[in-house]
């Protein structure tokens, strides 16, 4: 783990609000990157939303959880949540 995840991992456990935006700041466009691929890239609404929401999971599962690559962490968090999205939209009506 790098300094900036200790960093970063700090706040979050200090519950400090500054946690989101600088994770923002630092992992965001990887974040919607990989929502991007996900999803499409003409779909940038619920990319959006599936980053933000990306965030509020990291928030309300740091602490307990102490990941040891912050960016994995984020990683698997906004797979899951675009793959959910991704199946919503193609599910047959």
């Not at 994770?23 to 959006?48: H, K, P, V, Y």
């Not at 602490?63 to 968090?77: D, M």
Request: with cysteine; aromatic share 10%; net charge positive.
């Amino acid at each position: 783990m790098n300094d900036r995840d200790e960093y970063l991992l700090d706040l979050y456990f200090k519950r400090d609000e500054r946690a989101v935006a600088e994770t923002q700041r630092e992992c965001g466009s990887f974040c919607m990157d990989l929502a991007l691929r996900i999803l499409g890239r003409n779909n940038r609404e619920d990319a959006e939303e599936c980053v933000n929401d990306t965030y509020l999971k990291a928030w309300n599962s740091i602490p307990p959880t102490r990941p040891r690559s912050l960016r994995a962490f984020l990683a698997k968090i906004v797979r899951n949540l675009s793959l959910q999205r991704f199946e919503y939209n193609h599910a047959a009506k």
